[in-house]
Antibody, heavy 123, light 107 residues
Framework: EVQLVESGGGLVQPGRSLRLSCAAS????????MHWVRQAPGKGLEWVSG????????AYADSVKGRFTISRDNAKNSLYLQMNSLRAEDTAFYYC????????????????WGQGTMVTVSS | SYELTQPPSVSVSPGQTARITCSGD??????AYWYQQKPGQAPVLVIY???ERPSGIPERFSGSSSGTTVTLTISGVQAEDEADYYC??????????FGGGTKLTVL
């Protein structure tokens, strides 16, 4: 079964740091680009960051650029998000997501999502 | 980065056709994707590459594109289709964007 399981969320004070992890199973992890997407309570989806299969290409949303760092360890089938200088507006469910590939091509879309991990930034 | 604009809500009776639009300046040059999200669940990809359906998605879900607008059409809407729907695309600078979401209510 293809599965993504996030961990590392919790309650953190403004200005502090948190590291999220995403454990992948059921597919060849290093064949796929991976992304983080977040969703504030009662709000819509917001793309956060993405990383290519070999970490050569990395992108961030303007809202997190300079504060968040995405990385992956293909040997451990794991994706990470290091979040520094956290703000109240970073409070959200954080999902990791796998890029969708058909039999012939890969697309800028996400076909497998984890269950999410909640990050709450509050004093 | 650019924006994708969706109507906040759409309502339809069971068996009717629901159409949800998504507008964005880059859509003529970039593919659009659609997700369904039910309360307490992760999103599910229902349309990719403007109009293609991933395996396992019912045929009543279809997508189309015209200029700066893409449309998700759900034919013969069922009660189980009540959910939030999000369009998504990626721009040429390597960033991804979601629309604000549309709540589909089945009356």
């Amino acid at each position: 079964e293809v599965q993504l399981v996030e961990s590392g969320g919790g309650l953190v004070q403004p200005g502090r740091s948190l590291r999220l992890s995403c454990a992948a199973s059921g597919f060849t992890f290093d064949d796929y680009a991976m992304h983080w997407v977040r969703q504030a309570p009662g709000k819509g989806l917001e793309w956060v960051s993405g990383i290519s299969w070999n970490s050569d290409s990395i992108a961030y949303a303007d809202s997190v650029k300079g504060r968040f760092t995405i990385s992956r360890d293909n040997a451990k089938n794991s994706l990470y998000l290091q979040m520094n200088s956290l703000r109240a507006e970073d409070t959200a469910f954080y999902y990791c997501a796998k890029v969708y590939c058909s039999t012939t091509s890969c697309f800028d879309a996400f076909d497998v999502w984890g269950q999410g991990t909640m990050v709450t930034v509050s004093s | 980065s650019y924006e994708l604009t969706q109507p906040p809500s759409v309502s339809v009776s069971p068996g009717q056709t629901a159409r949800i639009t998504c507008s964005g300046d880059a859509l003529p040059k970039r593919f659009a994707y659609w997700y369904q999200q039910k309360p307490g669940q992760a999103p599910v990809l229902v349309i990719y590459k403007d109009s293609e359906r991933p395996s396992g998605i019912p045929e009543r879900f279809s997508g189309s594109s015209s200029g700066t607008t893409v449309t998700l059409t759900i034919s013969g809407v069922q009660a189980e289709d009540e959910a939030d729907y999000y369009c998504q695309s990626a721009d040429s600078s390597g960033t991804w964007v979601f629309g604000g979401g549309t709540k589909l209510t089945v009356l």
